[in-house]
């Protein structure tokens, strides 16, 4: 990965930039799986639902806004957006930002099934490229009890995680099952999807 302020990376096989548009340190470590040079651009987007808006379409809408914002500014590069949303019950579940929400939903995460929407999407303005995929994780929760969660958070502290489940972590063990055909959505980023959106945009992968 190539720091922002050097010259841009060039996408294999396109000579084109290839440009991650997330900070998110989890997606820049899942996407170094991939071996490609790339660089990191903040986009910048309301992730506000929309009145009545479903998790899935909603991730489906941020990954495709926030490589369109970066696309935007750098229209000769290939631009990978991605989003993640968690749904409950039909609602979406945000970051907690601190261990009280945190602990708030993993208490009404015990138990349970849910489902992680994870979101990419792959755009290009100068070739006109643009497709957006994504890989649905279905979870299922032990029942864990409030010492399990408070050892958990303290351990962990997954405030910037979306639904507080750190499942690359210790939060793996909150878990009583995964489901999965993209194992890496959960962490951030779907490796199989996007691989197979680069690849229609034309980059070599591997």
């Known amino acids: ?15 084109r930039p290839l440009i991650l548009g997330s ?8 996407l170094n799986r991939l071996q490609l040079p790339f660089d990191t651009v903040s986009p910048e987007v309301d992730e506000t639902p929309a009145p ?17 914002a970066v696309a935007a500014q750098h229209p000769e590069a290939i631009v990978i957006g991605s989003d993640q949303v968690p ?18 939903q993993l208490r009404m995460m015990r138990g349970r099934h849910m489902e992680f ?18 890989a649905t994780v279905q979870v299922r929760f032990r029942d864990l ?11 962990e502290q997954p405030y910037d995680c979306a639904g507080s489940a750190k499942s690359e972590g210790l939060g793996i063990t909150l878990l009583d099952a995964i ?12 490796l ?9 945009a034309g980059a070599v992968v591997p």
């Open 1 to 15: 990965m190539q720091d922002s302020r050097t010259a841009p990376s060039q996408a294999p096989g396109l000579g």
């Open 23 to 30: 900070t998110s340190r989890y997606r820049r470590e899942l």
């Open 52 to 68: 009545g808006e479903t998790p899935l379409a909603l991730s489906l809408r941020l990954a495709r806004a926030k490589a369109d």
């Open 87 to 104: 749904e409950l019950d039909g609602q979406p579940l945000s970051k907690p930002g601190n261990h009280e929400r945190a602990t708030e």
């Open 117 to 134: 929407h994870t979101a990419v999407s792959v755009v290009c303005h100068a070739t006109g490229f643009a497709e957006t995929r994504v």
């Open 145 to 155: 009890d409030d010492a399990e969660i408070e050892r958990y958070l303290r351990a």
């Open 179 to 190: 489901i999965s055909d993209d194992p890496t959505a959960l962490i951030g980023l779907p």
């Open 192 to 200: 199989i999807r996007t691989s197979q959106l680069l690849r229609a």
